[in-house]
């Protein structure tokens, strides 16, 4: 899968709605509604180290922690830690998740509930790191995604997401959010971007379509490096 991440700044009403027009013309389905929060935690500084406690008051490593929780993945967050590292982490289980009709991709398997390995009521990643791991990361800012709508297009081979993006009550721009399956794509993943970008009318802005390791494929964790890099405010 490869993917890629634009924000259009400060784009105008009628910027959007010519946007999903030329969207609806291409006779998508549509997939429903959907949002995002995406969160940025930096380490605490007197968080030292066990190695240097004895020569160091703070910790002079800089480093950042993003989560990502996308609605159609519900309980799950995607986390990456300064762009190197990445994991998924989720809540909910299989059976509660498939009665709901959600995405059951990413869920706690039934076998560990009726095993009592989970209680089935357990906290999002992000909370847990807000509430329990204060000491380690320190939350920097929240950003918001609302108003989202999901497109399957060429067979469901290619998603297009839109969302309006808000920090702080202020709106940021429109994100626009590229897959493409394995299928659709089979030389350089910037280069099918662009074409779906063409095609499709795709407004220009803000772009990301990095990899966190091109040798070994990560959806996931792509996708949360490339919201850290086009939603660095």
């Known amino acids: 899968m490869v993917s890629a991440v634009?924000?259009?700044?400060?784009?105008?009403?009628?910027t959007i709605i010519q946007f999903q027009d030329e969207l609806s013309n291409e006779l998508p389905t549509r997939r429903g509604k959907w949002n995002f929060t995406f969160k940025v935690f930096r380490n605490n500084s007197l968080s030292v180290p066990e190695e240097m406690?004895?020569?160091?008051?703070?910790n002079s490593a800089v480093q950042f922690l993003f989560t990502l929780s996308?609605?159609?993945?519900?309980?799950?967050?995607?986390?990456?830690?300064?762009?190197?590292?990445?994991?998924v982490f989720c809540n909910p289980v299989r059976?509660?998740?498939?009665?709901?009709?959600g995405n059951t991709e990413l869920c706690i398997p039934d076998s560990h509930l009726h095993l009592g390995a989970t209680t089935g009521?357990?906290?999002?990643?992000?909370?847990?790191?807000?509430?329990?791991?204060?000491?380690?990361?320190?939350?920097?800012?929240?950003?918001?995604?609302?108003?989202?709508?999901i497109y399957e297009l060429e067979n469901g081979n290619l998603w297009i997401r839109t969302s309006n993006v808000f920090m702080?009550?202020?709106?940021?721009?429109?994100?626009?959010?590229?897959?493409?399956?394995?299928?659709?794509?089979?030389?350089?993943?910037?280069?099918?971007?662009?074409?779906?970008?063409?095609?499709?009318?795709?407004?220009?802005?803000?772009?990301?379509?990095?990899?966190?390791d091109k040798n070994h494929s990560d959806r996931y964790g792509n996708l949360c490096l490339q919201y850290s890099r086009t939603l660095d405010f």
């Open 121 to 149: 009521l357990n906290d999002s990643f992000d909370m847990f790191v807000h509430q329990k791991l204060q000491s380690l990361w320190t939350q920097k800012q929240i950003i918001k995604g609302d108003g989202g709508q």
């Open 95 to 101: 059976e509660e998740v498939h009665e709901l009709g």
């Open 53 to 58: 406690a004895e020569t160091h008051d703070q």
């Open 6 to 14: 634009i924000l259009v700044q400060h784009a105008t009403p009628e």
């Open 168 to 212: 702080h009550g202020s709106f940021k721009g429109l994100l626009v959010q590229i897959e493409v399956s394995d299928k659709r794509h089979k030389d350089g993943g910037e280069d099918v971007i662009q074409s779906v970008i063409e095609k499709y009318n795709i407004p220009r802005g803000k772009m990301s379509c990095d990899f966190l």
């Open 70 to 87: 996308p609605s159609y993945l519900p309980g799950s967050t995607i986390t990456v830690i300064n762009s190197s590292s990445a994991s």
